[in-house]
């Protein structure tokens, strides 16, 4: 049987890699998507998206994104749940090694970031019932409501003051004695008055039946307490870029993330890597979503050797 060459390959079928597929195939690209499973990400464990532009009514994460890989098919990408284990990017054609070998011109990395291993009784539990990793996402649900925060860098600060906006109490559980961020933004967070910061404190576990109602925490030197929430946001570290089957490939930063031009193309021509592979810091649907389209039309660009977008190609 002669091997399938496909222009544009892609890795991981989450929101970044579901529209850089439909935008793909769409542009008459022979498009294929590995994904290990349609659970395995983030948006799919969401329970309400209320926010995605032309959706008006409220969805689950999985039906929006059930909905983004319909749409991918009927423009011709074709979907294979499998894991990929290997890749050879710099040859000619670059393969994927799963559960066979897969072959094309370009490739499109949209793994996303792995949860961090350790995680505290009642988290994994509770997701999406009041355990959330993004408060952009899911700050609004919980109006005037009191909420946790946890961790102690730049982006857990961050996050707890969009929380401010809902919220009517921030608990800030920082397991540090000082956050690793900016001076100017901890003391933004510090005079915030809806915030109250528990530093030197550990995060030991996440009550409710059902929904969350309280987490417990540790403050150093002292006893174990009990803080009535009904959310809790937890931005400790441990998201690591899933890139492991690159075996080091692409250039990186000392994070572990993927290095990518305005185009989103890595250090190797014709492999782009969008979502959270690359670390961005908006980690919303629809910007993955859009990333998806940079890279798509990006392949595009570079199988057809075009200095920009062919009009009329994507929509």
Known sequence: MAEVLYDVMI????????????????????????DKSLMSGALALARTVANYPGVEEEISGLELLERMRRQSQRFGAEFVQTQVLGADLRGDPKKLFADRTYAGKTVIIATGASERKRKVPGEAELLGKGVSYCATCDGAFFKDEVVAAVGDNDHALEEALFLTKHASRVHLVNPAREFKAPRELAAQVLGQAKVEVHAE?????????GAVAAIRVHPRGGQEARLPVSGVFIFLQGNAPSTEFLQGALETRESGCLVVDHNRMTSIPGVFAIGDVTCDQLKQAVVAAAEGAIAAMSADRYLNKLARAAPGRYY
Do not use: N
Not at 11 to 34: C, D, E, N, Q
Not at 201 to 209: L, M, S
């Open 201 to 209: 404190t550990q995060f030991r576990a996440v009550e409710g039946d």
């Open 11 to 34: 890795v991981g079928g989450g929101p970044a890699g579901a529209a850089a597929a439909g935008y793909a195939a769409r542009a008459s690209l022979k498009t294929l998507v590995l």
